[in-house]
């Protein structure tokens, strides 16, 4: 299961997959059924569940792109069942947070850059040539579109959907379908939701709240602040609302 060019500087399952000139550095621990694709390079302190399939020439575990970055050792952790896409790079913590994350079952299509400290949810899209920057927070269930750059300590909420193209310096609210120059709340993503399981019931109570957050007079954060003492639409409704009035960055609108 280990071509003989391969280069295995660490214990690996008898399960493993490792293709032709892959090469695997110390501390890097593999789960059950784990594959590594030709000329892929995973570099340690990384720690990738069962089930993790790796494309050819992706690079993972690296020492993340920060300049304050000074050797100090942070590790990267990859959730079950998720597939790193070719030519993927996924870069290890700082001593910030001390890790990155990516959840389970995400996929993280070919090009994807996923830099230090970024903390990915589970069954997360990135499609090819997302870049994100440091520190970046992404929810359960969310899609980013192709060729996204997404700043540094950005949150993109779950169940949202960012289309292709599109610049995203603020944080996008959960549950939001976003696109435009600059990046605007479009809609809420009715379709995401319906294919996530959502009952109409929970669909049409965040589509009255939606409406009164991104299409009503007023400030967004007193209008979120209103939402949660109110009380009664629900826990996504009050999550969205807690979103909102804990964003940093501010959110697009």
Not at 18 to 30: D, I, N, Q, S
Not at 59 to 87: A, C, H, N, W
Not at 173 to 193: C, D, E, I, Q, T
Not at 199 to 228: M, N, Q, Y
Request: glycine share 14%; aromatic share 6%.
């Amino acid at each position: 299961m280990i071509h003989p060019t391969a280069l295995i500087d660490s214990d690996l399952p008898d399960d493993a997959e490792v293709g032709p000139y892959a090469v695997v550095g110390p501390e890097v621990t593999l789960g059950s059924g784990c594959s590594i694709g030709p000329h892929a390079v995973v570099m340690g302190p990384t720690d990738i569940a069962s089930g993790v399939k790796i494309g050819p020439g992706a690079v993972v575990g690296t020492d993340p792109q920060d300049m304050k970055y000074s050797g100090e050792r942070t590790t990267l952790e990859i959730g079950e069942g998720t597939v790193i896409r070719e030519f993927a790079n996924l870069n290890r913590g700082t001593a910030a947070t001390g890790s990155t994350v990516v959840g389970k079952n995400c996929l993280v299509m070919a090009y994807v850059h996923i830099a230090h400290d970024c903390k990915i949810g589970d069954n997360v899209v990135l499609a090819n040539a997302v870049n994100l920057a440091g520190h970046v927070r992404i929810g359960d269930h969310a899609r980013v579109g192709g060729v996204v750059p997404v700043h540094q300590f950005v949150r993109i909420g779950a169940h949202s959907m960012i289309g292709g193209g599109y610049r995203v310096s603020k944080d996008v609210p959960p549950f939001a379908l976003a696109g435009g120059y600059p990046l605007r709340v479009v809609s809420m993503n009715k379709v995401g939701l319906r294919r996530d399981g959502f009952t109409p019931e929970r669909i049409d109570l965040l589509r009255k709240v939606f409406h009164r957050l991104f299409r009503s007079e007023g400030v967004l954060s007193e209008k979120a602040s209103v939402i949660l003492e109110e009380g009664g639409w629900g826990e996504d409704s009050e999550a969205l609302a807690r979103f909102v009035i804990s964003s940093e960055r501010g959110v697009i609108i």
